[in-house]
């Protein structure tokens, strides 16, 4: 997060209540979603007091910028950027943009819902545009997906690449013996000997 002083560290809750205003949430439901426990009144007064501790964050020079009645504005967002790359099925703009999962660090299930929705968009498009850094970084985000793996493997073979095929093959078995103690899928195992892993 950045103003135009630099950079600002968010912790804890002021990370969790931006992230959630970020979503486009009313503010009643971000209320409501950070202390379900508490009356209306009571979640409220606690959402306004974690406003005013991010307004004065994000606005050290203390005329509302960014953090109006209204919401957000004023702001560039990699969420927003990216969820717009998506909508274009823009590979080039979406890969330049997830690097890691949204929202690392906070666990909120409504964080937690669009962070897997997504994901699976980003996956949906990089499977189907197939370019093997698409298909890797995949992989990085989830060692462990085997639609992810082929098709790389495949773009590795067809480009003459049996060394790089290979070693994505063994990181995988490895990976999954590791993780979860099984064998690869006879597809993978076909391909590990084909190559002589």
Do not use: I
């Amino acid at each position: 997060m950045r103003n135009p002083l630099g950079g600002v560290e968010l912790k804890g809750k002021a990370r969790e209540v931006l992230a959630l205003l970020l979503l486009g949430l009313p503010r009643e439901e971000v209320a409501f979603a950070l202390w379900p426990d508490l009356s209306e009144e009571a979640a409220l007064n606690n959402l306004y007091v974690w406003l005013s501790r991010l307004r004065k964050a994000l606005e050290p020079w203390g005329l509302p910028t960014y953090l109006g009645e209204e919401g957000l504005k004023h702001l560039a967002c990699d969420l927003h950027a990216l969820e717009e790359a998506l909508r274009r099925e823009d590979a080039e703009a979406a890969f330049a943009l997830y690097r890691e999962p949204l929202f690392p660090g906070l666990d909120h299930p409504l964080l937690d819902r669009k962070r897997e929705e997504v994901f699976h968009r980003v996956r949906a498009l990089f499977l189907k545009k197939g370019e093997p850094r698409y298909l890797e970084r995949l992989l990085e985000l989830d060692p462990l997906d085997e639609e992810a793996l082929l098709p790389l493997v495949e773009r590795c073979l067809a480009r003459g690449q049996r060394a790089r095929a290979l070693a994505h093959l063994e990181r995988y078995r490895r990976r999954l013996w590791e993780e979860l103690g099984e064998r690869p899928s006879p597809e993978v195992e076909a391909l590990l000997r084909e190559l002589g892993g």
